[in-house]
């Protein structure tokens, strides 16, 4: 089994890649649904341990690192990849849009596997690449979602590399100076208004921030989600915002309560603005950011405990969230519309959709007997045990937003209007929502083959299952339900919201622009410096001599004119054009001879 080491999971995407162009578009998705599921399987038997090693620049470069961590992610990652293909193949995708796919999984996989912050930057940015031209792909407005997609991630990638010099800087340049060490990144202490922080943890804190769409720089996510094909949204859901968690626990494996606040504000935020929309996938993306929030939440508390529900919540967020994107997937292909409110009450006339619909809702919610009731709980638990009562009360209102939000979801998508008939899902789509669908529920029963891979499992234990936890999640459910009746007249006429890019979009625009007239400006001022400099030398090797009897003293000046117009031309001081050349040429040569002796 330690052979299986020298394997980079990575690998079977890239080979599927390779493969797609020659084949037929079904035998293409069925290679990459292998190729995937061969991802899983690996995953599942491979040893603890680093495989293959090579040396980059100077450092050394762990092509594979399996830990408890990076095994959960290639399990999730090839699993849940597998699943997007075959949904993917049932929207009639292209091979096109599969091979871009696959490459974004392929980056994504690359990333999580590897042992060290230069493999993961090189797959991050890897990522960022496959993934905008994957939405761009699908045309019309993604082209236009797309580069502000490309701008907002090449920002994040350049902050985190910038806190890694900084980090480097500061535990020294060696070949293993960039290896997960468990001490996290750490480097330049500074002070500033009385608080302590580090630079280089700030620096990557926020580049990993922006992957992780935290508030502030979060835009990008509901902007571009929405925009391409809907199987492009169903692997958008899965990869980008979780790795950013896992790369965030490689960053502060200790936790940091600064990042923890900041993800219980982004399960507020998310859920709140998720109540805005009437765009079925715009209000999933704001989903995205409150749950991941969730599990910013756990890594920032920073307890066995808290870890272990960060990444129980990115293992089942992966499913039910996929499984909703599915969902809306669907209505949108039957129907052709986004908007919750433009096509009538569907009722119960496509009940394969319903239920894709209500499994993801009733696991996004936590609900009991559903995936995401257990890793909820996991968390919740965390930030009681460590008595972060502020921390709590901000999941709390995150957890009866998320219930109030799907609530309006589902009463959108099914019972508002005039009744209409929807065709149900196709067979190819039931099938596929339909396992992802069973997942959310065993594991929401049987959640112990879940905890057997969580990290740390031998340092905590919990019953999900407790009166205790039924009833918080009872009074989420009415909460969420008296929100939702209290609010709809507001959210009958709200259509998105002002989100903070209305701020910060205009300032970022207008301020970019007058940055690069600024120096455009100032380009062509040097500009035009240097072309009236270089026709002045040219002037003067022409005819020197109006210039040195400007700069001879006033004594000397006739006795050069005299001389001057005795031996017109004839001066060593004036000299012809060609000869100018060749004095030029000559010392240019000499410079050179002077300084390859140097070297």
Known sequence: MSSLLSVPPALFAALAVCVVPLVSRRIAHAIATV??????????????????????????????????????????????????????????????????????????????????????????????????????????DAIRAGYRYALVHALGGSILLAGLLVHLAGVGVSPTALHFDGAGITGLDVTLAGFQFSLAALLAGIGIGINAAIIGFHSWLPDTYPRPHVATSVFLACYTTKTAVYAAYRAFPDGNLALAYMGGAMAIYG????????????????????????????????????????????????????????????????????????????????????????????????????????????????????????????LILGSIGTFASFIKFGYYAFLYGDPIEMPDADLGHTVVAGSVAASCVVLGVFYQPLFAILPFQDQWSLDPYTTGKLLDTATFAIGGLVVFVAGKPLFDRMHGGIDVNRAHDPLAFYGTRGLSGGLGRLYNGVDRRVVATGWQLVAVAQDPAPVIRQRLPAGWRPRYDSRLAAIPGKTGAKLGIGLTVYVATGVLLVFLGLTLGVQ
Do not use: C
């Not at 090839?78 to 075959?86: D, E, I």
């Not at 209000?283 to 405990?305: A, D, K, N, P, W």
């Not at 209500?358 to 995401?372: Q, W, Y």
């Open 35 to 140: 190729a995937l599921s061969a991802v899983v399987a690996w995953a599942l038997v491979v040893p603890e341990g680093t495989g293959t090693t090579v040396t980059f620049i100077g450092f050394e470069l762990i092509v594979v690192n399996v830990d408890s961590f990076s095994r959960l992610m290639a399990i999730i990652f090839g699993a849940f990849g597998a699943s997007a293909v075959g949904f993917a193949y049932f929207a009639n995708a292209s091979k096109r849009h599969l091979l871009w796919g696959l490459g974004y999984v392929t980056a994504s996989l690359w990333t999580v596997m590897v042992g060290d912050w230069l493999g993961l930057i090189a797959g991050w940015e890897a990522m960022a690449i496959a993934s905008t031209v994957f939405v761009w792909l699908s045309g019309g």
């Open 271 to 394: 859920a709140a603005f998720a109540l805005a929309q009437k765009d079925m996938r715009r209000l999933l993306s704001y989903h995205i950011q409150g749950q991941v929030g969730f599990m910013l939440v756990g890594i920032g508390v920073g307890s066995s405990l808290g870890i272990a529900g960060a990444f129980a919540h990115l293992f089942n967020h992966i499913l039910y969230k996929g499984l909703l994107f599915m969902a809306a997937g669907i209505i949108i292909i039957k129907l052709g519309t986004e908007a919750l409110d433009k096509y009538g009450a569907v009722g119960t006339s496509a009940p394969i959709a319903l239920g894709a619909f209500l499994v993801g809702a009733l696991s996004i919610s936590g609900v009991p007997l559903f995936n995401g009731f257990v890793s909820k709980g996991l968390l919740k638990e965390a930030v009681t045990t460590e008595g972060l009562a502020i921390l709590e009360w901000m």
